[in-house]
């Protein structure tokens, strides 16, 4: 099964791919990995929320934030390379924009990790870190970078 139709699968469309806010493009290829920039949770444009995780923002919104990221991210691999063209997720970086104390950024990133899985299965398996951080671009409160390798 292609990666399009296991999206189809579950009810999962690509957003368009985001605009850059600065210099820089959205993925990069380089030999058979593909290294997303990292992906606010822009939705038709806009950040879905700004604010910090454990104070403004609980974790669990951050956390659907992430998926969007991660999708932000799957949508640049997409029109780069094309998505049926990855054999595995290699890294996710996610970086949350923590509240003094908060230190649930793992559980933050899982949203990103948990959807990759389910479109990947397997070859959605992956390194990881998870950063809190004291400001992200636009008062973001996730961002998230992907590397894939390609087949």
Known sequence: MSWHARLAELGIRLPA????????VPAVRTGNLVFTSGQLPFVDGGLR???KVGGSVDAEAAAADAKVCALNALAAIDELVGLDSVARVVRVVGYVASAEGFSGQPRVVNGASELLGKIFGEAGQHARSAVGVAELPLGAPVEVELTVELR
Do not use: D
């Open 49 to 51: 929320r700004t604010g």
């Open 17 to 24: 791919v985001a605009a850059p806010v600065a210099a820089y």
